[in-house]
């Protein structure tokens, strides 16, 4: 199996650089390579890693050595640092120094050890990471959230940039012209590992399957299990057997909203009922559904996209569309769907722009707290963009194949816009009347909102 290249690895070096003393929390779906990455940091910049898994035995043995170190009787000397000689205890040699890390992965299977984490920041010298696939759980009372002494990351399914990593043509990716004039043979190179990436998306253990033996079908197996992985694995959080179901049918459905032709919903928890039960039914309240929908957004298997009314960014409405965190996923419940395959390229082209546009929020490069489209007059543009770059507002329209962009460019004439996107599947890029942009979408990852900059 190849080893694959992560961009999170110089966050955990930039981490550990900057002596911050808070302890870092990774989120992140299942099976994204959490545990792989991390594992793989400590052995190779601490002296001392230590790993516990609250899941599995090495979290009870913790446990059991939390317990022996905080042995007390009245009357008694209390212990000085009980907590330390937990750690020592459970590993002998470890010492309290910045050349040590300790891994805490799954934490949110222990409310007592997550609301350790302020003593983890400010009464060691070592260096703590905790992770979970499963982090929302740790909403819940009895978790104590210590807001001031936590650094996060979140690791997600490989960028498209990982993925050409992978096959050996990131070089080629950061080098090709975005409008068109490096050699056309790059494009088209880099356009059908696109096709790839669309097709299968960018689990670790799918890309790694495609590696090894080179079959899309064996690839959609994986993507299969990791989804039934998730939903089996998620059953031990919800508290009856209905919500359980309801978890497995919301995925499909969310699928099923994406197809739907509206500029977004009002209430996307009355569209997914009217879509997984019929309207007399009244065994699944609107609150089940909406622990159901949270599950799936801290578990980040869905994201959220929010609306620009009218082109106001100052007018703006959160949480009306979904999308997948995996274009591999959201093939998967397209094609469940039943969507003809025109519909499914359109909706994986956005998908993977509105992925790349939560990465920008994320780094405060574009206003907002999630990626939004926009309507106006009666029409409706794909993405709409503030930049924190430059401070103009651009407008990004995704198309599978040819469109006049009506919306778009009505809005550049009426001043809404000041420059314009063209995400297209099939061009080598260009300018026109130096407002217009058309790049190919798989460089999605290469526009940096500073036209004007």
């Not at 209390?78 to 010492?95: G, I, K, N, Q």
């Amino acid at each position: 199996m190849r080893e694959l290249q992560r961009d999170i690895y110089k966050e955990l070096i930039k981490w550990k650089e900057s002596r911050s003393g808070k302890v870092l929390e990774v989120s992140g779906a299942r099976q994204v390579g959490k545990t792989f990455i991390l594992t793989k940091f400590g052995r190779e910049n601490y002296e001392n890693f230590i790993y516990i898994n609250m899941a599995q035995t090495s979290g009870k043995d913790f446990i059991k050595c939390l317990d022996t170190a905080e042995e007390w009787e009245p009357g008694q000397k209390r212990r000085e640092r009980p907590l330390h000689r937990a750690f020592a205890l459970f590993h002998e040699e470890f010492t309290d120094s910045e050349d040590t890390l300790v891994v805490i992965d799954e934490i949110q299977e222990s409310s007592r050890v997550f609301s350790m984490i302020r003593q983890f920041a400010r009464e060691f010298q070592a260096h703590f990471i905790v992770t979970g696939s499963y982090l929302g759980k740790t909403l819940e009372p009895g978790y104590f959230m210590p807001a001031g002494d936590v650094e996060m990351l979140t690791m997600q399914p490989l960028s498209f940039e990982e993925f050409l990593g992978a096959f050996d043509r990131r070089e080629l990716y950061e080098s090709v012209d975005l409008y068109g004039q490096s050699e056309h043979k790059s494009y088209d190179e880099l356009k059908s590992l696109y096709g790839l990436y669309c097709r299968i998306g960018g689990y670790p253990a799918v890309v790694n399957e495609y590696l090894d033996k080179q079959d899309i079908s064996s690839c959609e197996k994986i993507l299969e299990w990791l989804i039934q992985i998730f939903i089996s694995e998620s059953e031990r959080y919800f508290d009856s057997i209905l919500e359980i179901n309801l978890l497995e049918q919301l995925l499909p459905a969310v699928a099923q909203t994406m197809l739907k032709e509206k500029k977004g919903s009002k209430d996307l928890i009355t569209d997914l009922s009217k879509i997984v039960f019929k309207e007399e039914s009244n065994r699944i309240s609107k609150k089940s559904i909406n622990h159901s929908l949270a599950w799936l957004y801290h578990s980040h298997m869905v994201r959220y996209c929010g609306m620009v009314v009218e082109g106001n960014i100052l007018d703006a409405v959160q949480n009306v569309r979904f999308y997948f965190n995996d274009l591999g996923i959201c093939r998967y419940f397209l094609d469940r769907a039943g969507a003809n395959p025109g519909d499914i390229a359109g909706i994986i082209n956005e998908n993977f722009v509105c992925l790349y546009l939560e990465r920008c929020v994320a780094q405060r490069v574009i206003a907002g707290v999630q990626p939004m489209f926009a309507t106006y007059k009666e029409g409706e543009l794909d993405f709409f963009v503030n930049s924190r770059v430059d401070f103009c507002n651009y407008g990004i329209e995704v198309k599978a194949g040819k469109s006049e962009g009506r919306t778009a460019n009505r809005m550049l004439e009426d001043k809404k816009v000041d420059y314009v996107y063209f995400m297209k599947g099939n061009t080598y890029g260009g300018i026109s009347d130096g407002r217009k942009y058309t790049v190919p979408v798989y460089l999605m990852g290469r526009i940096a909102f500073d036209l004007n900059a």
